[in-house]
């Protein structure tokens, strides 16, 4: 495809004036299925002419030129969608090895992680730990449960914010923004100790872009990112996004409520135990939806 979506700068860009080197930090998705894409490098060979090996005769080599583009990842490409031409991509891309793909893919997923603030102290393992040591007393705790729960609980959050109806998420994004921009203090809504980065430089930042974001433009990002949290990229990186969820609501409200809530007591109901979960839950999604709404998507 000639061009992808821009989710930090919420414009479309063209593969044949694409900056190589650059465009990981764009966030590129293809504007059909809004999976992550990646620069094809365009050539050009001039006409020029050689010595045929046989023969000994000069031959004349015509021009090929190969235009930029932009492709789906291996793994994630899908056949539905109108951007997937197989065609194109398979004589072309076979000289980018399998394996340099994944890496730019892990590159294009570590980017928007870090977007997110998913890199803070803090935020890795922050379910793990606290569950795990607030269920010390079951007697059959062990990692692999506790990861497979991590699991299930990281896909259910994820579902639950592509079940929820759009325009209801926008209208709570766009709540959270009036407050942000009328808040006479906007660090403190950020305040989360060491899970969230305090250096001045970036403290700054914040505040400028606070005052300064046009919330209309903020919206039309926001909506571009609720979009691309139904693709498999998202999916693949579900459980960093559930861990810093996770750690930014423990902060938010504290200890003393969040314990209750991740433990397991035999003395429980499975209505009990389907309460505490479906609370723990919600919380987790409007803190997801809050995320989503103040990330200053085009820093
Ligand atoms: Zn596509």
Redesign the pocket.
Known sequence: MQYAKSLRYGIFVDAETSNYLQYSQWRLV?P??N?PVFLVKGSHRPEHARVAPKSKQLVIVREAKVKAFFS?FDNLA?EK?E??NKSITEKQIKTYATTSRQQRLKYWQENFLKAIGYYNAGCKSSFFTLFRRTNQHLPDINNKGIKAVQKEVASDLIELLNKADRASILEVARSHLVKLQTHENPLSLMDLGDITDTTEELKDNFLDWTRSFDIEMQLSLVAEVVDFFKTKAIAQIKEEIFELIFARVAVTIGPEKMTPLLKVSTGESEQEQQQKYYQLRSLLVGELVFLIAITDWSS
């Open positions: 293809c059909c299925c999976e789906h899908s969608c951007n997937y």
